[in-house]
């Protein structure tokens, strides 16, 4: 087991309201699993994945992460399994405009202090993961929308995480390149066994690609399976409505 959380709550002051985004989430994944996490705006599912991503910490309950309890470790601590343990993919590309597919990956092995001629090796070994190899020295105007979101996930495997959280990756790409995009993260997640945690809206996608659906609402797990349990028969009547507006709206 890879990520371990019990009773997991978080809540936010705004003016005099609590806001209750998290209220008791119990969740375990799997080393070399693929979770899908679906749920309507607010539901909590980007709360979930800042903390499982050490970006923010519970208000209370407990998260282990490869074994070790970071629920409450200092901001120094978070920052280091952040950078080391953690591969993040959001919905916006976040590649500099100025420089090459090369530069965009090479640059947090920067950070992490690699020399020159480690980080293009490094860099180069995932780029031809995602197959751009031969897109080097393109920046991103000279890339298409599926491969400017490669580059941003050959970045993210860069320091060779063990989680990838990958947050709406498609929302932004024509219909015609979501497949593109979604061979990559299927391929990288069988051939590498790399634990995936994935926040979207689109039905087919997390049917194509996840071990496991989990149906997020009001803070809380409602409903979790195999994609074809959560799909073809839902037995939480709130899941029922997502999924029916969520078809309804394709």
Do not use: W
């Not at 979770?35 to 282990?64: F, H, V």
């Not at 993919?89 to 597919?101: H, I, R």
């Not at 709406?168 to 219909?175: F, G, H, M, Q, Y």
């Amino acid at each position: 087991m890879i990520i371990h959380t019990e009773n997991l709550k978080k809540e936010y002051e705004v003016g005099t309201q609590t806001v209750r985004a998290l209220r008791g989430i119990n969740l375990s994944v799997e080393k070399g699993e693929f979770m899908a996490i679906m749920g309507p705006s607010g539901s909590g599912k980007t709360t979930l994945m800042n903390i499982i991503g050490c970006l923010d910490t519970p208000t209370c309950g407990s998260y282990e992460l490869n074994g070790t309890s970071v629920s409450s470790l200092e901001d120094d601590e978070l920052a280091n399994i952040r950078n080391k343990e953690i591969g993040f993919v959001f919905q916006s590309f976040n590649l500099l405009a100025k420089n090459s597919t090369l530069d965009n990956v090479m640059l947090p092995l920067k950070y992490a202090g690699f020399n020159k001629k480690e980080a293009v090796i490094k860099a180069k070994e995932v780029i031809e993961k995602v197959g751009l190899i031969d897109r080097l020295d393109h920046t991103p105007a000279e890339l298409s929308g599926g491969q400017q979101q490669r580059v941003a996930i050959a970045r993210a495997l860069a320091m060779r995480p063990k989680v990838m959280l990958l947050d709406e990756i498609t929302s932004a790409l024509d219909p015609e390149v979501v497949g593109e995009v979604l061979n990559v993260i299927r391929s990288l997640n069988k051939e590498h066994n790399l634990t995936m945690i994935m926040v979207t809206h689109q039905m087919g996608f997390a049917r194509e690609i996840s071990d496991r659906v989990c149906f997020f609402n009001e803070g809380k797990i409602f409903e979790q399976g195999p994609p074809e349990q959560l799909f073809g028969d839902p037995q939480n009547e709130r899941t029922k409505q997502f999924l029916h507006a969520v078809l309804d709206a394709n």
